[in-house]
């Protein structure tokens, strides 16, 4: 219900803590904008999101949520 009241009012909605498959598949299935959480990537040191803030977030650093669309290939290749 919240999901669906934020789009009506034209927001983006981004789910925080997403620490499951269940929560992810819940949230995609009420079309949820973006996650974020443990599910797709554990906190990291200084170290290790310096090069993530040269280097895929460059150009928009505030972007450490996951898009639909980005999810698929990275927790893929997370799981191999």
């Not at 219900?1 to 498959?21: D, F, R």
């Not at 269940?22 to 310096?50: H, M, W």
Request: glycine share 4%; net charge negative; proline share 8%.
């Amino acid at each position: 219900a919240i999901i669906a009241m934020s789009h009506n009012l034209g927001l983006k909605v981004i789910a925080e803590g997403v620490e499951t498959k269940e929560q992810l598949e819940l949230l995609r299935s009420s079309n949820c904008d973006e996650i974020q959480g443990f599910y797709l990537k554990k906190p990291v040191s200084a170290e290790e999101i310096t090069p993530l803030l040269l280097g895929p977030f460059r150009d928009n650093p505030l972007k450490l949520s996951t898009p639909w669309a980005d999810l698929a290939a990275p927790r893929a290749q997370a799981l191999a």
